[in-house]
């Protein structure tokens, strides 16, 4: 007998097992919004920050940010506000900040920052630099916290503006290896669906999962995102409409649910075939 929980209008996800890539009260969140549609979240955090290698400088700069000698604080990763929540950063009443899109948004509110500004289409750097330039005719001071990998973008085109940016690298990132059993629980497709919310977590989903099966949803959170999981050589199933996690989760929740009757049963499914790296 078919045991599988059926979907309703409100619950529209029972019966699934989504992996969410990140935790801390990101991914709290994320859990919360998937178990009131119904799906069992996995959070297994595939990706997390190792300190910069110029502790000095971020130490200095969150110093003078605490004390409101920037006018703008730009923030282009979920992964920034960790690090500004693992210092227990303060931005003063006068500092404004601006997010690279909803997910950074959304990481920002959950730790108790405020937001000041979205991109209104274009969640990338390039998106952010043009709007801000916008609203700021005149040079203000801009400090903006970036990965050691970031691309200086965002950083060239505020100063090319006439705006004073200070470019300070706020973390590394680096992997986390996820436990034998949810390794396992991807392999044997026991996992429904994996959220892919960055080009890291991306880069790390193929890395660790090998055997991803053919019936597992693979959801990018958006266009620039799902142009890095398939440069990664990851295949991407959907990709949410705008860059939020309830679009995600709405997109995951258009498929059918794809495990059999006996999620526990052993699998022996066709499986993904997952490319090496192009570099």
């Known amino acids: 007998m078919n045991t599988t929980p059926s ?7 029972a019966g699934w097992r989504v992996l969410v890539p990140r935790g801390g009260p990101w991914g709290d969140g994320v859990a919360a919004t998937l178990r009131r549609q119904g799906a069992t ?3 297994a955090p595939l990706i997390n920050f190792a300190p910069t290698n110029d502790q000095a400088t971020l130490d200095e700069s969150l110093a003078d940010l605490a004390a409101g000698r920037f006018e703008w604080l730009t923030v282009t990763s979920a992964t920034t506000v960790d690090v500004l929540y693992a210092y227990r950063a303060v931005i003063p009443a ?22 000041d500004l979205v991109p209104d289409e274009d969640n990338s750097a390039a998106g952010m ?18 990965s050691e990998i ?27 290896p996820v436990t034998d059993r949810i390794a396992g629980d991807v392999r044997s497709g026991r996992i429904n669906a994996i959220l892919v919310t960055s080009g890291s977590v991306a880069e790390q989903v193929r ?9 597992t ?63």
């Open 7 to 13: 979907s309703s209008p409100d619950k529209p996800l």
């Open 41 to 43: 979240p996995v959070i």
């Open 94 to 115: 006068n500092t404004k900040v601006a997010a690279v899109g909803e997910t950074t948004a959304a990481a920002l509110l959950a730790v108790g920052y405020r937001v």
């Open 129 to 146: 630099a043009e709007q801000l330039i916008g609203l700021e005719p005149e040079p203000r001071d801009i400090l903006a916290l970036r």
């Open 150 to 176: 970031a691309k200086p973008v965002l950083t060239r085109m505020l100063t090319d503006a006439g705006h004073r940016v200070r470019s300070v690298v706020a973390y590394r990132t680096v992997g986390v």
């Open 207 to 215: 890395q660790q999962f090998t055997e991803i099966p053919e019936a």
């Open 217 to 279: 949803v693979i959801a990018a959170i958006g266009p620039r995102t799902a142009k890095d999981a398939r440069r990664a050589g990851l295949p991407v199933d959907v990709v949410a409409e705008t860059q939020t996690v309830d679009a995600l989760i709405d997109a995951v929740a258009r498929f059918p649910l794809p495990h059999a009757a006996d999620e526990f049963a052993p699998r022996t499914g066709v499986f993904r075939a997952i490319r090496p790296d192009n570099d």
